[in-house]
């Protein structure tokens, strides 16, 4: 049974058995997950009603990243949870539809400062095993989630967050099938979040899997009894999400050896990752050629199926109401990237959102979905910018910038970091945000990974 094969596998990982890659890509993973973290607790408004109602349940030993509260675990997962995904900068899985660690990363911190002192191999082991499998569960879907009405990240994400703190907990294989199925009665996305004008919950999304992950792993080991098959069974994951279809070889090929976790890709920009191709295209293009916004007269762009939300519907897209709708919008970090030549952690406010020149811009962006693109769906594209004197510049990316075959380097992704700490709500100077970056990019060595924070 696939449940069990999988179970097995979370229960009996150890630090010993992880592939050097695997153990790497963990470290990578923190040292993100943490930095865009801290910078949402400053430039993310959206998640103070989900610290407010941590802080509402009471004090406690665990920290809102970026803040000076501490709260009790369950309300750490969902604030830090909130604020994970809420300036769209965290890592991303480019091969199927998963963001692996928003959810995650905040469930391992509330354990490792609840739980007493964890070490860092430790932690980095549930990080990579819960990470693992997220990804695992995203490429085994053979009937996309989004046919049956759902919203596929954060939903793939909780069990990924429920996986990795079943290995923090020292779960045995039949709590964690447990663990599974308890994360099963409670998490949902329904694809309504992508298409509502006003609601920002596309933002703080990854608040609800992060605390129902906690919540399943705990009542586990409180000795709740889950089902039998909570994945393949005839009422569970793959029956309720996607109709039955889906490929238990993408669960169970390489388990223990391989982890995807190695193979993620890391944001230059805050924005929705098929955005990627054309806010790097648009910055080329200028470099290259030299012309300036004004000289502009038409942006024509070529998206994928899974990039038409991106740009449709068009006058929405154009003009955004709300900050996380800018982020998932072709058309308005296309005209940020080419009015303001970037797109950075402070180009979604307000004042962006009705600056009359990037608005300006967003209108000439014209898009054409291609029905069989040449480039990794969701993550390339192709750009035609006309200029008023009649002059075409053309561009292509087959896979934007970030990705496993261009990764971001080690100085990019430092310098990411210190950023992300500068603009939290108590801001990190640069001397102790590299001091933490430090720490954690050699966390195996770390006694108490909770301290840390």
Not at 156 to 176: D, I, S
Not at 177 to 184: G, W
Not at 278 to 299: K, N, P, W, Y
Request: hydrophobic letters at 50%; aromatic letters at 6%; a negative charge.
């Amino acid at each position: 049974m696939i449940s069990d094969i999988l179970s097995a596998h979370i229960a009996s990982t150890r630090w010993a058995g992880l592939p050097e890659a695997a153990r790497e890509g963990a470290r990578r993973v923190l040292l993100d997950a943490v930095g865009v973290t801290y910078a949402a607790s400053g430039l993310a408004p959206e998640a103070a009603p989900f610290i407010a109602l941590a802080r509402a349940n009471g004090a406690g030993p665990c920290a809102i990243l970026g803040t000076a509260h501490r709260v009790q675990p369950l309300g750490a997962a969902l604030a830090n949870g909130a604020l994970a995904h809420a300036v769209d900068y965290e890592d991303a899985f480019d091969r199927a539809p998963a963001h692996p660690n928003a959810s995650l990363v905040p469930v391992l911190l509330a354990l490792a400062q609840s739980e007493g002192a964890v070490v860092g191999r430790r932690f980095l082991t549930a990080l990579a095993v819960g990470g693992d499998l997220a990804c695992r569960i995203a490429l085994s879907l053979r009937q996309p989630m989004e046919q049956g009405g759902w919203y596929p990240p954060p939903i793939v994400a909780a069990f990924g967050a429920v996986a990795g703190a079943a290995n923090l907990l020292g779960l045995t294989a039949a709590q964690t099938k447990d663990a599974l199925s308890l994360t099963l009665c409670q998490v949902t996305m329904p694809g309504e979040i992508k298409h509502s004008r006003r609601t920002v919950l596309r933002a703080v999304r990854e608040a609800f899997p992060a605390q129902a992950a906690l919540t399943a792993a705990l009542l586990a080991r409180e000795g709740v009894a889950g089902f039998e098959t909570p994945l393949e069974g005839k009422s569970g994951f793959y029956a309720l999400y996607a109709g039955g279809h889906f490929a238990p070889d993408d669960l169970t090929e390489g388990l223990g050896q391989h982890y995807w976790g190695a193979e993620l890709t890391f944001k230059p920009w805050p924005s929705c990752r098929g955005t990627h191709p054309f806010i790097e295209m648009a910055l080329d293009l200028m470099a290259q050629h030299g012309f300036a916004a004004d000289d502009i007269a038409s942006v024509e762009v070529s998206v994928d199926d899974v990039q038409a939300m991106l740009v449709e519907p068009l006058e929405r897209k154009q003009a955004p109401d709300v900050a996380i709708d800018a982020k998932f919008s072709i058309p308005f970090t296309t005209a940020l990237a080419l009015v303001r030549g970037g797109v950075r952690l402070d180009s979604f406010g307000p004042e962006s959102l009705g600056d009359p020149l990037v608005l300006g811009m967003a209108a000439k962006v014209l898009p054409a979905v291609v029905a069989s693109p040449t480039w990794q769906r969701g993550v390339g594209g192709a750009m035609r910018v006309t200029l008023n004197d009649g002059a075409v510049h053309e561009a292509f990316v087959a896979n934007a910038l970030g990705c496993p075959d261009r990764p971001l380097t080690e100085g990019a992704q430092l310098a990411k970091f210190i950023d992300c700490l500068s603009r939290a709500a108590v801001p990190v100077g640069r001397e102790r945000a590299e001091a933490l970056a430090e720490r954690i990019l050699a966390l195996e060595s770390c006694d108490a990974v909770g301290a840390l924070f």
